[in-house]
């Protein structure tokens, strides 16, 4: 049998999973490495923070998905290091060889040279760091219902969110929910609704990355939730139950227990490895910066894609870390092999950028199109509509519109379970 | 306002649910404590741990299951001592005071002396065991995926169940699905089929508290699913990678990495509290003797119920650790605290055996009511019904019977997720 070309994938978030999804009948063999067995769709992730969904509703088993492409084959793995010179790339124990390589796996956050802040203002990438703060958010309901010392109490019942873009206002919104109607007729000693949330945000308004008109409008919903807006200010200093905060009137120490971080965000390591090995050129955040085609400067061979790609049209702003940036070049990816391997050119990639949305409790959105901003409920049902769509695997689609529907007219998240390590956690 | 008669269960198990139900209306006070923040639905706790259903599914968080009992409160607690004395419940950080004190704190394995085979071989008690169990078991398939030394693959392929109770039996039925169904098409290298189920019994049959013609038609079924029965057969060392047996035929070591423990059970600490604090007589399992009204003796305000309790009709053997057992004891405990505030007297508690089952793999069960036996399809549709039937909060009974019948038809488990610590899990 004639040998054929061999494609690695690194990663199977949503570009790598598309990049795998566009080569299924391509004459090529591929192997999709990850480090876990199952895809997660990040946009959800926020659900299972706050009880709304489980870990298994938003993420799908990697071998599931890929079963009917009969090139492909999954690999459990972690890549470490990349022989760009022999075309390997190096796992933990072995290596696999490559012809072309197509890397995408992702990023993680970033605490602006601060890491010591992580153990107390824990951020929101992986299934785990979503069930601690699950975790985290409930526990406190608890501590505060036994503390009878009004200062603790108080402090347990403050939950601050750092950075108000998509997560930190879909956190905030998710928060509310949870004080005002879930947990409403939950306690006998504290008023769960008395909860204080507090919006961080650098810049001057709510999701700065969206037009002002859509800005204002998260933020009037966001207000009607009771959420706190503090934009313009940064935040100076996290500690064990306590938050700084600087703006232009000067410093501010906030008493909360519940800091969650949904600011900064940096690539993966293999960021760095493409650098070492491949002379890849990295951004401050760590992500290669790679050419009009997705492939790494002086490799032809190693494309980078989704949010570990730094990349811009000419005289543009870098893409955003967002799925559908992921999508779309993890399809590049795939079809620019398939060109060269019929040896055509492919034209340079061009993000089609359909919009963006972002949700705010129950049943407030905001839409951002091309052609028209809306917000409120009907954005609300399209961002309902387009999640589900969107999501991998038709029984999860199934299962999370069942747990959906349920969660809005009952006003319930039967997935507020504390679970983890210690048994009886409330020595925090 | 007058003082009401105080009662606190410990426990929010069927046991001391069952009892915060029948007392919802009383005129008392209730303060339930649970070391945990949901109600688990244990007997389904098996398909958690082999990827059919999410942990959040027959988990029901406890407020919202007691919301809407006016006289009762739940506190997030461990109770580490009673003082019988003054009648207080001491907390960790706290003391409760109580007028009756019913405990329904459960059990957890047992390793008959053993302690140190927990690590090798886990047990099945807590949703955190299910998550760990399903992690151990979908790790095993990757890692022989990966593993090229034959033997070392086969020990990965090879599933060592001990103890053919109804757990050790849902287990073994699971498992084969896994491997002939689930991971049918999922893998490029090894066949999943390939693998090795080994279902370990030191009595002579399978479900040896059943009647011998069910246990019969168990051991058909579970022969059907490629399950290997030893029975008669003891464990006498568990290591890492391994399990030595012993039979009349002499000593065996199988080479297996999963050993999964379903055999010994043992009464919650609270046993020992209660012996040293109250005079309780325990058994060797650490249970507990109750009175004819489960009541301690010497201790009339003491109510010792479900799975810890030692209860034994005039003549009979102690009644078994299930979910009926529990649920009828703890309602006989809240009728008698009622009766007792009316100066009126209870009939001795009396179980009502309505029957038992247990169900192996896919369409196939064995029931044994009061008056029939019977087995096959229509014991895994009673199985069906009466499960769902239990399981606390409509929504999980509605999410469960979606994935359950979407499990069916897909032959599918998309639950399979292997979550945990360490990111990259391979180095077992």
Same mark, same amino acid.
């Given at each position: ?140 309901? !608890? ?39 879930? &947990? ?7 008023? @769960? ?22 800005? !204002?409008?998260?933020?009037?919903? &966001? ?5 706190? =807006? ?89 893409? @955003? ?62 961002? =309902? ?40 956690? =409330?020595?925090?």
């Amino acid at each position: 049998m004639e040998r054929r070309h061999q494609v690695v994938i690194l990663g199977g978030g949503f570009a790598g999973l598309s990049a795998a999804h566009t080569l299924r009948h391509a004459p090529v063999d591929v192997t999709l490495i990850d480090r876990r067995n199952f895809h997660l769709f990040q946009p959800l992730l926020y659900q299972v923070a706050t009880g709304g969904l489980s870990p298994a509703n938003i993420a799908a088993p990697l071998r599931g998905v890929v079963k009917k492409y009969k090139n492909t084959q999954v690999l459990l793995g972690e890549a470490i290091d990349i022989d760009a010179g022999k075309r390997r790339v190096i796992l933990k124990d072995g290596a696999v060889p490559y012809d072309t390589l197509i890397v995408g796996t992702g990023a993680r956050h970033h605490y602006f040279g601060h890491d010591d802040w992580a153990q107390f203002a824990p951020g929101l990438k992986t299934l785990e760091d979503a069930t601690a703060i699950r975790r985290q958010i409930f526990l406190a309901f !608890e501590a505060a219902e036994r503390d009878t010392d009004s200062a603790k109490e108080r402090a347990w019942l403050t939950f601050v969110i750092v950075g108000a873009g998509p997560s930190g206002v879909e956190l905030a919104g998710a928060l509310s929910e949870i004080a005002h109607d879930t &947990l409403k007729h939950d306690f006998r000693r504290v008023d @769960p609704s008395q909860a204080q949330i507090i919006l961080v945000e650098a810049a001057d308004r709510v999701l700065p990355s969206y037009p002002s008109d859509l800005s !204002e409008h998260a933020a009037e919903s &966001l207000r009607r939730l009771h959420v706190t =807006l503090r934009t313009g200010a940064t935040v100076t200093e996290v500690r064990q139950g306590a938050v700084t905060l600087e703006t232009k009137a000067g410093k501010e120490c906030i008493a909360a227990r519940t800091v969650l971080w949904a600011a900064g965000v940096q690539a993966s390591r293999l960021g760095q490895v493409l650098s070492r090995a491949a002379g890849a050129q990295i951004d401050r955040s760590g992500r290669p910066r790679v050419a009009p085609d997705l492939s790494l400067p002086g490799h032809p061979e190693i494309l980078v894609v989704g949010d570990l790609a730094n990349f811009s049209h000419p005289e543009g702003k870098p893409l @955003p870390g967002v799925a559908q940036v992921a999508i779309q070049q993890g399809r590049y990816a795939a079809r620019l092999i398939q060109a060269r391997l019929r040896g055509a050119t492919l034209p340079d990639f061009h993000y089609q950028d359909k919009g963006n949305m972002a949700t705010i409790g129950r049943a407030a959105a905001v839409v951002e199109l091309p052609w028209l901003h809306f917000s409120g409920y009907p954005a609300w049902l399209a961002w =309902l509509f387009i999640h589900l769509l969107y999501i991998v695997e038709f029984q999860n689609r199934l299962l999370v519109m069942v747990q959906w529907a349920w969660n809005y007219l009952s006003f319930n998240r039967s997935a507020r379970l504390i679970t983890g390590e210690s048994p009886f956690p =409330l020595d925090l």
